[in-house]
């Protein structure tokens, strides 16, 4: 998504300079070309070496330098840019940018820019409030401006109020979602679950399964990237899961059914990517099972009474309401991968099945990485290599996309 995007970061006057180095060295690792623009004021708090160093590109500070060079580089850089970052946007940057003015070489890109303009505002908090600031944000607003709200927490001045520079992965997701407006997913709404499910036996014991939720994680922000307005339904996982997205929690099969089922009734696509368990407990303890207790057998073992769990998908493939909702399900499987893939793309009525082995190594549950096949509803079988669990996520979509675009 970042890969060979030129983002034009201008960078004001304040202590939050500190931050956008870090943004500015992630966006250079993810691909991006970083144009970086010091205002005269932000160079009093941090050199221009700081940022050249992490995003390996000229850095920019003063417009009217003698060989002129940086007075014709403004309109070329604003030319090329696919996105202006403002960061840490302050109070007097923010009003130079909503009155037109172009007395440095950030507000004249401003000018010059065709591209969409993103403002992460930073500065003391009764600053940010004050009438002035309020009213020029709104004015940038109505102008088409993304405006990242400051967070609340400790000041540089000591008070605790809204004034504070978000941290780079939340400013990422931000850049992330204005690239991939006009994505080749812009405009669709798809579901995207992840996790393993923990089914209860009492209030503190539950059934669960192995998988982390990585590999959903990665197709929600990847479909979040490429222009989707995306619900990420979520089983049980330690991880946070992504920004930018509707998040809905459902620990267990029964309750992940119904989420699912609601949100496809609007959806274009849904890929199950949570493993769901098949079986529940019957009956959950209302209370904690004690050793001795009337719960155990007279042998002192234990006996759960499992029910099956409904399948969600192939409970969708029996509803004919349905049939222009694109799916993809997932198989983990330890033996007979071809055989049994095979089976559940037919039986679940797939457009597409993404299986591994995860008896293998990088593999499966917990890893970054992933080894799958894609076996097709055509009967095509494509074998990916050993990938970053993001690249299996771009690679899925990719084949996602056409079988959207048929739809009416
Ligand atoms: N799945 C589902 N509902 C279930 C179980 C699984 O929708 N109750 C979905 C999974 O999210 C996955 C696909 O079905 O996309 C295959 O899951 P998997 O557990 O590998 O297969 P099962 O259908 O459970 O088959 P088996 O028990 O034979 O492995």
Redesign the pocket.
Known sequence: MLQGKRIVLGVCGGIAVYKVADLTSKLQQAGALVDVILTAHAAEFVRPLTFSTVSHRPVYTDLWEPTGQAAARHIELGAAADLLVVAPATANTIARLAHGLADDMLTAVALSTMAPLLLAPAMEHHMYQHPATQANLRLLAERGATIIPPETGHLASGEIGAGRLPETPVLLTHIRRLLGRDGDLAGRRVVV?AGGTQEPIDPVRYIGNRSSGLMGFALAEEARDRGADVTLIVGATNTPPPDGMRVLHTPT?LA??DA?REAVAQADALV???????YRVSEPATQKIKKGSAAENADGSLTLHLVR????????AEERALDGLVR??????TTDLER?AT??LK??RLNL??ANDVSKAGSGFGTITNEVTLYHADGRIEPLALLPKTEVAAAIWDRIVPLLKHKT
Do not use: H
């Open positions: 679950t099969a992940m059914r699912v199950m990517a949570a493993a769901v368990a098949d769990n409904p399948d969600i998908l192939a409970e969708l993809v399900g997932f198989a983990a499987e049994n089976k559940k039986s679940k099945l993404v």
